[in-house]
């Protein structure tokens, strides 16, 4: 037997995620998981903090989005909050979006709290769509005129 299949692979004691949600002026640094189970009152801040800010509506968040967005800050070794731009949004913020740009989509994964609208001051957005890219994970669209990232818990695709 190999050393690599006896090997034995940890998972991160812990994840923590540094956020700040420009429109309302909140911002989280806090432990979501640890020994392996995820913190409920951290995953509800979280939660709030990615509401749809224009009506106050709350959606779970994908875990596998939170866990993204951790992995996406490791790889990126920074210190800085990401910017959430838009996370959950509610069917009537969603249509009202629609009239306004042809880039929002109907059935947007953002209704299902499986996306998230991304900036990192300091880091372009090009740089940060190849971070994400590199992850395999979901949906990373590249918004270059607005200066943001789409990721989300889709099928791994990219535009």
């Keep these: 037997m190999s050393a690599l299949s006896t090997q034995s692979w940890a998972l991160p004691v ?7 949600q420009p429109y309302t002026d909140e911002t989280l ?4 998981y640890s020994e392996g189970g995820y913190h409920l009152d951290s995953l509800q801040r979280i939660d709030y903090l990615m509401r749809d800010y224009r009506t106050d509506d709350v959606m779970p968040m994908d875990l596998k989005l ?3 967005l951790y992995e996406l ?3 990126l070794a920074v210190r800085q909050p990401l910017y959430i731009i838009s996370a959950y949004r509610c069917e009537k913020t969603n249509r009202q979006l629609r009239k306004r740009s042809r880039n929002v989509a109907q059935h947007s994964f953002h209704l299902k709290g499986r996306a998230v609208d991304v900036r990192l001051p300091g ?4 740089q940060l ?3 994400a890219m590199r992850l395999k994970r979901g949906g990373v669209g590249h918004y270059s005129r607005s200066g943001f990232v789409h990721l989300d818990t889709g099928p791994v695709r990219h535009w």
Aim: charged share 35%; aromatic share 8%.
């Design 14 to 20: 812990e994840k923590r995620l540094h956020l700040y």
């Design 29 to 32: 640094d806090l432990m979501y």
């Design 66 to 68: 939170l866990d993204t």
């Design 73 to 75: 800050q490791q790889g």
């Design 123 to 126: 880091v372009s957005s090009r």
């Design 129 to 131: 769509k190849r971070a």
